[in-house]
Nanobody, 123 residues
Framework: QVQLVESGGGLVQAGGSLRLSCAAS????????MGWFRQAPGKEREFVAA????????LYADSVKGRLTISRDNAKNTVSLQMNSLKPEDTAVYYC????????????????WGQGTQVTVSS
């Protein structure tokens, strides 16, 4: 069982930066692939980034490549999302998720979810 708690969301101007963090409970955190997803009002939840347990493999949505960076610290049971050059279209609730196995872009393959943190980018 894994419990996830996100933090770090807020209001930022376009071009600014935010760093989201996800704290995980559970002794087997290091064996899980972790992902970040987001959901804007009236839209489906979409993939943002994912990282394998070993940190040697990462996946990114095309819309965030070069601007957002996912990382993890297995010793601290945390996964982070550094967001730079933010755009108004990045506005959404951001969710952290965990799954056994390899990193995936498919939200249906994730077993555990956090409660989400709001990110708002003003123009």
């Amino acid at each position: 069982q894994v419990q996830l708690v996100e933090s770090g969301g807020g209001l930022v101007q376009a071009g600014g930066s935010l760093r989201l963090s996800c704290a995980a409970s559970g002794r087997t955190f290091s064996s899980y692939a972790m992902g970040w997803f987001r959901q804007a009002p009236g839209k489906e939840r979409e993939f943002v980034a994912a990282i394998r347990w070993s940190s040697l493999s990462t996946l990114y949505a095309d819309s965030v490549k070069g601007r957002l960076t996912i990382s993890r610290d297995n010793a601290k049971n945390t996964v982070s999302l550094q967001m730079n050059s933010l755009k108004p279209e990045d506005t959404a609730v951001y969710y952290c998720a965990a799954r056994s196995g390899v990193a995936s872009m498919n939200p249906h393959e994730y077993n555990y979810w956090g409660q989400g943190t709001q990110v708002t980018v003003s123009s």
